[in-house]
């Protein structure tokens, strides 16, 4: 499979990046969250929603954090960087965790794991396995009623 302006990044793990393509990416937590601190997560996160990027859904469960996206262009016509994103509100909503508990250190690991998905039926096997983690994990027995559960609204 070919991908438009196909590039590699590496940290700790290896980052793929191309142009008009879906991502999934996960991130753990290096303890479990509270839901105080899930409910920032998931505002946080949904917060660059129809701005920097095309969020279909959003998973936030105390030991992990998974969503599949679309990145928009910036005004200069590139991408933005999907880490960016991420990274950002990882940031933000650790700096307002360690004010609230007196930690010395965020929540979450410095790196997320992101990849590229490849057809359709990768990205509904992650989107159902994603959808279903809450009830997996038994969290809930609902899914659509776990508050750490954001899913994209289609017409």
Same mark, same amino acid.
């Given at each position: 499979?070919?991908f *438009?302006?196909f590039s590699i990044?590496r940290?700790?793990? $290896?980052?793929?990046r191309?142009?008009?393509v /879906?991502?999934?990416? /996960?991130?753990?937590?290096s =303890?479990?969250l509270a839901?105080w601190? =899930?409910?920032?997560l998931v505002?946080?996160? /949904? =917060? $660059?929603?129809?701005? *920097?990027?095309?969020?279909?859904v959003?998973c936030?469960?105390p030991? =992990?954090?998974e969503l599949?996206f679309?990145?928009r262009?910036s005004p200069s016509g590139q991408p933005?960087e ?5 990274e950002k509100a990882?940031s *933000?909503?650790g700096?307002?965790?360690? *004010?609230?508990t007196?930690?010395?250190f $965020? $929540?979450?690991?410095?790196e997320?794991?992101d990849?590229?998905?490849?057809d359709e039926?990768?990205?509904?096997e992650?989107?159902? /396995?994603i959808?279903r983690s809450p009830?997996d994990?038994?969290?809930c ?9 954001w ?5």
């Amino acid at each position: 499979m070919a991908f *438009k302006n196909f590039s590699i990044w590496r940290g700790r793990l $290896p980052h793929w990046r191309a142009d008009d393509v /879906t991502y999934y990416v /996960t991130f753990k937590h290096s =303890r479990a969250l509270a839901e105080w601190e =899930r409910e920032l997560l998931v505002r946080a996160l /949904t =917060r $660059p929603e129809g701005s *920097k990027w095309d969020l279909l859904v959003l998973c936030v469960l105390p030991e =992990r954090t998974e969503l599949i996206f679309t990145v928009r262009d910036s005004p200069s016509g590139q991408p933005y960087e999907l880490s960016g994103i991420v990274e950002k509100a990882k940031s *933000k909503v650790g700096k307002a965790i360690l *004010k609230k508990t007196e930690e010395r250190f $965020p $929540p979450f690991y410095g790196e997320s794991y992101d990849r590229i998905i490849r057809d359709e039926v990768e990205l509904e096997e992650r989107l159902h /396995t994603i959808y279903r983690s809450p009830e997996d994990e038994e969290l809930c027995e609902d899914a659509s009623q776990y508050a750490g559960l954001w899913v994209r609204e289609f017409e």
